[in-house]
């Protein structure tokens, strides 16, 4: 599948969702948002695709920001259209797990793209930030809303009231980012595709009804998390994957999950 501002590849049920604008440290133009809905909304359709890794061409950036001329020209009622917020809602709202796999900056847009998936790896010379406020703006693609549910309240309004940037290990300490890897791509993608197999070995339908739960849980009462919780729970004993996971477990062998 070809896209304008993104590289599409599905090797061994991984997708490789790639932003490819290196030539501008893959900067986030309304053109690249709407390649990213496109395309996962084409992971949600493609049952080879079992985990997706998001990352950014080149060793700059998985996204530095939105483009600032564009901004500083865009008519501010485009703003409702919500097209970056829209995007992250459906790339967060993907019943498949997504991980995040950050070589160099992730700023702005960068950033909140990074925490609407569901895992983050970066190398050691990463470097996270929501700068926003020092362009008469704020985060509007999430970034007020995923950040404080991330880091907590208090570091979420430091973070973003001062637009400091925070390098990779300070953003693990706080939540923000769970492994730190070597300063190269090539150790980075390995991470990221070592947990993506280790997802993978798991039953594809009880990680999509985890993923389920967490996200909607997290978003209520405990009382109503509990109950969306039980409910996803008689749905995964309802599967075939469930006889094949308790039976390979017994057996001592591997389990074949099928995802149904």
């Known amino acids: 599948m070809t896209f304008d501002n993104i590289l599409y590849e599905v090797r061994d049920g991984i997708l490789y969702l790639t932003l490819n604008r290196p030539e501008v440290r893959n900067a986030l133009s309304p053109e690249m948002w709407n390649d990213i809905r496109t395309a996962v909304q084409c992971a949600r359709e493609d049952d080879s695709i079992k985990v997706v890794i998001v990352s950014g061409a080149g060793d700059k950036a998985l996204a530095s920001g ?127 595709e070592e947990i993506a197999r280790q997802i993978m070995a798991k039953g594809p339908m009880a990680v999509s009804l985890a993923k389920m739960s967490i996200n909607l849980g997290y978003e209520t009462d405990i009382n109503t998390g509990l109950m969306i919780e039980r409910l996803a729970q008689t749905i995964a004993f309802s599967t075939q994957d469930r006889k094949e996971g308790t039976a390979a477990f017994l057996e001592k062998r591997p389990a074949d999950f099928k995802g149904c």
């Open 66 to 192: 939105a483009d600032i001329k564009e901004i500083h020209d865009r008519d501010y009622l485009k703003m409702l259209l919500a097209t970056a917020s829209v995007s992250l809602k459906e790339l967060e709202d993907l019943y498949k797990p997504v991980i995040c796999a950050v070589n160099g900056f992730a700023l702005g847009g960068g950033c909140e793209l990074a925490m609407a998936c569901d895992i983050r790896v970066a190398t050691r010379r990463s470097k996270f930030g929501q700068p926003e406020v020092g362009l008469g703006i704020m985060p509007g693609a999430g970034g007020t809303q995923r950040l404080a549910r991330l880091v907590g309240l208090a570091k979420a309004k430091e973070l973003i009231f001062t637009g400091r940037i925070i390098p990779a290990e300070e953003a693990a300490s706080i939540g923000l980012v769970n492994r730190v890897t070597e300063d190269d791509r090539e150790a980075l993608l390995h991470e990221a």
